[in-house]
């Protein structure tokens, strides 16, 4: 009995530890398909109409706000796994003129802001560059 008790419970431990909650970015979560997260981005950067996509297994989207900042263009790539997208990457992107590296620390530091608030970071520092 008392190895019954003990497995159930190494059995929940395990799996509990197993189901991780992946995060959510821009209303899509990480690990999601990607019809699912083309009809999400579709509907908030696209103004709800279905969007051409030029790239396989890739949604692009241009002039796109996301947490209170401007970006030029955002990337969400999918990896597809026995036949079976899921969304692995984000790639948000803002040019800044060379000359004016001042607003683009400032936007940033503004990120950095609002990212630590929702996320778990995991690196500290930020690079003078």
């Not at 190494?10 to 899509?28: D, E, R």
């Not at 990480?30 to 103004?47: A, P, T, W």
């Not at 989207?61 to 955002?74: K, M, N």
């Not at 503004?110 to 930020?126: M, Q, S, V």
Request: contains cysteine; proline residues 1%; glycine residues 6%.
């Amino acid at each position: 009995m008392k190895n019954l008790i003990a497995f159930v419970f190494l059995l929940i431990s395990v799996l509990s530890t197993n189901a991780q909650t992946m995060p959510k970015v821009a209303g899509v979560t990480f690990g999601q398909s990607y019809e699912n997260c083309k009809s999400i981005l579709d509907k908030q950067y696209n103004n709800g109409q279905s969007s051409y996509q030029l790239t396989a297994n890739e949604l692009k989207y241009r002039d796109v706000r996301f947490g209170g900042s401007y970006f030029d263009y955002v990337d969400f790539e999918f990896q597809v796994v026995n036949g079976t997208s899921h969304l692995f990457r984000i790639e948000f992107v803002s040019r800044f003129d060379l000359s004016d590296s001042k607003m683009a620390k400032a936007q940033r530091d503004a990120l950095l802001g609002t990212f630590k608030e929702k996320y778990e970071l995991r690196w500290d520092g930020i690079n003078d560059d």
